[in-house]
């Protein structure tokens, strides 16, 4: 249907085009309508939950407008886009973020002052959108901020959760698990029931020949699921581009529970199948860095899959250009292994529905998709057991194993009788049962793969992907270090930091060019700029320490060097590692005398983060943590020369508190395990140091600021296979240190040593997988330089201010470009300002 409106009646609509509100009065009268009208309220009983409401209301419709003239601009302009499709988006919160990325916070803050609030207040007022798990997640809501600031015509693709990441609760040192129902009032998504897809699974295969001896497959029978688009507007900084994050949610494919079965007495079966198809969108599997093989999570990859490709497809068959230059128009980035049914999908589209031949689909296909490898923990990496995808999904395993048959053919003719490789990079693994190798199912169907810094780039192509580069040669795999957006993690979280900035470097430019803060390095040694860099940092430590008093009752002394380790809990991130260093802090400190203790640098040690629920040993450390701290923050002894913090629920907007009070902050993985990280980056960019190992990111950052600058402790990547070996095969003689903090924990001084066993015996007795005890003592002489240098303030602050200066190459923009240049071969849309952008310096 032509919904078009025709050329004489255009004018009307031009006329009365709605306006964006760039002034103070015209956002207050939307407030206003806002509680008057969409929320039948009034002057008299409007709370600040509703004044949230209204202001953000108001926003969205602003942002809408946007996103319209931006969706015609990027169509009308017809150049290549960009898909990101990622099955987590950890956005946070959005008002705070919209209001400072079109410049009208401080329109904002007088308007709602006017109407009677406090900016802070109405901002706490907003859930978190908390659609990921950590890293993965959070990198793919800061590429969404950098794509829009760069004006790339470019839309990211998710499923809507109805809980996101759970809510940690500690309750007696354990953590409990909470839903997060965060869908009671969002007001930053707009649902498009004109957009739905059927969605298909189970049923058969029936292949036949047609009239010109073609081979035909049909798929059929088996079970419709609805996907329903609901689109969140994603506003660029500084710039009118609004880009679009579409989230699928499922229905049942009547909409309607059973009526005739419901009539008939039997409630149950009534509304079993729509709770069935309701359950595919209900919640996010809570596992960071590990895959569980469960048949929903199939399920809810095929579900976005399907819905986002069709959605894609139908957008460039309205071009009606040929099949051949859907790469020339569409590029596609899988964020990790989870979106790879995509490459399968668009080969069954072309092949099955659009009737191309095998080979002119492959081309297409492969030219098409990028796919971002985030992890080499072996636990991590995507399989599916055949039985289980037969079932589900029989046309897709079919085209798998043609997929692979012709890959392995390839194969077969570069290395001649090597069967033992076609074992090992064969997409099917000859296990029992057999398994669908996601990761080179991700490698084969696309045309560049890239690690997520320089040393997790080159550690895939020795080790998990090794074959396959002799296979494709070393052009296909490359590396694009991971980034943040500046808006968020310095505009945003440390407001006091940007203003000084912008202040020294000629306005807010810096956020859209990152390396101009290199301007700073001017100022390392400018004692009145050092005073003020310092007075921001203390005032930000005064504020985390003001919500650790009303989060955990423990005060803290913000004049103590604050030491923060915050992110998901796992063996390999070692927060293990740190909290065996603040027990030996305390033997070290009972061992002193009064007048030894007064030489001390004080220290408090803040830990947050959650555990999946079901891994154990990450729930132990954190009831570890929590007991450690309920014994040292009552001992007179130690009084405020160290205090440990566990801050419940880790997330994007606790975030942006924490990140900008660190002094230091540790990123201490196993090296050779942590991919990037990207907090490491975070604590950085706002003036803190970091204590770290060689892994990730942390190198680049090293390089990026001079090794003078961190603190770099413990073994390399390079010597971990053999230490690995030695302590399975050769003796395992443990640190005399953690020796003595294993007694002391043995000793039930932190409550029942028996709750902690596991813990200790995976290092003692068990192997030390991550080296714990390998690398403890260069752990704990690295934590006493720290405190020595800490005691300098004057040199501590010049190496801070250093390090801000050269932090512009990890902006998530400088990233973006990278993928646009050497993945995605797209070019930004370029605008003019249009009417109703505001700016604010
Ligand atoms: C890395 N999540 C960080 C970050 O690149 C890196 C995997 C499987 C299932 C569910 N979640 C996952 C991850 O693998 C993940 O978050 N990886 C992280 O990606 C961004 O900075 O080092 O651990």
Redesign the pocket.
């Known amino acids: 249907v032509e919904a078009s409106i025709p050329e004489p009646q255009r004018d009307a609509w031009k006329k009365f085009q709605a306006k964006p509100f760039v002034s103070k009065d015209d956002f207050e009268k939307e407030v206003v309508r806002h509680v008057e009208t969409t929320l039948a309220r009034s002057m008299f009983n409007c709370d600040e939950t509703a004044a949230y409401a209204a202001a953000s209301l108001a926003f969205r419709d602003r942002l809408i407008t946007e996103w319209n003239r931006t969706q015609q601009r990027q169509t009308f302009a017809d150049t290549k886009r960009v898909y990101y499709l990622s099955l987590e988006f950890l956005m946070g919160r959005a008002l705070d973020n919209a209001m400072l990325n079109v410049g009208l916070k401080n329109v904002a803050k007088e308007g709602l002052s006017e109407l009677g609030f406090r900016i802070e207040d109405i901002i706490n007022q907003e859930h978190d959108a908390a659609l990921g ?4 997640g959070r ?1 793919a809501a800061c590429f969404l901020d950098s794509m829009a600031s760069l004006n790339f015509p470019a839309w990211g693709y998710g499923l809507r959760y109805k809980y996101g990441i759970f809510k940690q609760e500690i309750v007696d040192g354990y953590q409990v698990e909470v839903p997060d129902y965060w869908l009671d009032f969002n007001p930053w998504e707009f649902p498009r029931h004109d957009i739905v897809v059927d969605v298909q699974f189970y049923g058969g295969v029936r292949k036949y020949q047609d009239e010109d001896g073609k081979n035909v497959a049909v798929w059929e029978g088996g079970e419709i699921v609805k996907a329903t688009a609901y689109d969140v507007p994603i506003p660029g900084f500084n710039t009118p581009t609004t880009n679009n994050m579409r989230l699928w949610s499922s229905k049942a494919a009547s909409g309607e529970f059973d009526f005739q079965k419901f009539n008939s007495g039997d409630y149950e079966s009534s509304v079993a199948d729509q709770q069935r198809a309701e359950t595919i969108s209900a919640v996010l599997y809570p ?5 569980r093989g469960k048949e929903l999570r199939l399920k809810q990859q095929y579900f976005w899959v399907a819905a986002s490709l069709y959605d894609i497809v139908r957008r460039f068959k309205k071009s009606k250009r040929a099949w051949s230059e859907f790469p020339d128009q569409i590029a596609i980035q899988l964020n ?1 292994t989870h979106p790879t049914l995509a490459i399968v999908e668009l080969q069954r589209i072309l092949i099955d529905m659009e009737g191309l031949d095998w080979d002119e689909a492959w081309t297409i296909v492969t030219n098409t998709f990028g796919y971002t490898n ?2 080499v923990l072996p636990e ?1 990496l995507e399989k599916w057991s055949v039985p289980l995808f037969q079932n589900l999904l029989p046309r897709h395993l079919q085209i798998i194993y043609d997929i692979n048959m012709f890959f392995l053919q390839s194969v077969e003719r570069k290395f001649p009788g090597d069967r033992d490789m076609l074992g090992r990079v064969s997409i099917i693994e000859e296990s029992q049962p057999k398994m669908v190798r996601m990761a080179y199912l991700a490698i084969v169907g696309s045309h560049k793969v890239n690690g ?1 810094a320089e040393l997790h780039s080159d550690l895939i192509k020795t080790t998990i992907f090794r074959d396959f580069v002799k296979i494709f040669g070393p052009d296909k795999f490359t590396n694009v270090t ?1 980034g943040i957006t500046p808006r968020r993690w310095l505009h945003q979280a440390n407001p006091r930091l940007s203003e000084l900035i912008a202040s020294k470097t000629g306005g807010l430019g810096f956020l859209k060019d990152l390396n101009i803060l290199n301007e700073l390095e001017k100022f390392a040694d400018d004692k009145e700029f050092k005073k003020e860099w310092a007075e921001i940092k203390y005032a930000n430590k005064v504020r985390l320490a003001k919500y650790i008093k009303s989060s955990t009752g423990v005060t803290v002394n913000p004049s103590s060097l604050f030491d923060i380790q915050v992110k998901r809990i796992h063996e390999y991130k070692r927060q293990q590692l740190n909290i065996f260093g603040v027990i030996h802090r305390y033997l070290t400190i009972k061992a002193m005398t009064p007048n030894e203790r007064k030489k001390l640098t004080p220290r408090v040690s803040i830990f947050g983060g959650k555990a999946a629920p079901g891994y154990w040993m990450a729930k132990t450390i954190i009831h570890l943590i929590n007991n450690v701290g309920a014994v040292i923050n009552k001992d007179p002894d130690v009084g405020d020369l160290l205090k440990v913090i566990f801050l419940e629920d880790y997330n994007v907007s606790k975030a942006e508190i924490i990140t900008p009070a660190s002094d230091i902050s540790e990123h201490i993985s196993t090296a050779g395990t ?5 907090s490491n980056m975070k604590f950085v960019l706002n003036g803190g140091l970091i204590i770290g190992t060689c892994d ?1 990111a942390n190198i680049e950052i090293t390089r990026e600021i001079g090794e003078n600058n961190i603190f770099l402790f413990g073994n390399l990547a390079e010597d971990v296979e053999d230490l690995r070996h030695t302590h399975n095969y050769g003796s395992h003689t443990m640190d005399t240190d953690l020796v003595k903090v294993f007694d002391l924990i043995k000793s039930n001084a932190f409550g029942d040593a028996g709750a902690f066993g596991a813990l200790t015996g995976s290092i003692e007795d068990h192997g030390d997988y991550y080296l714990v005890s390998d690398d403890f003592h260069s752990y704990i002489e690295t934590q006493a330089l720290v405190d020595e240098a800490y005691k300098d303030q004057e040199e501590w602050i010049t190496k801070t201010i250093l390090s801000v200066a050269r932090m512009g190459f990890f902006s998530s923009d400088r990233c973006i470009n990278e993928y646009a240049e050497m993945i995605w071969n797209v070019e930004p849309l370029p605008v003019e300002k249009e009417n109703g952008l505001g700016k604010e310096e």
């Open positions: 798990n950590g890293g993965l990198l596992n960071d860095n590990l895959d990790d985030h992890t991590a997520v991971n942590e991919a990037s990280g990207t990730g």
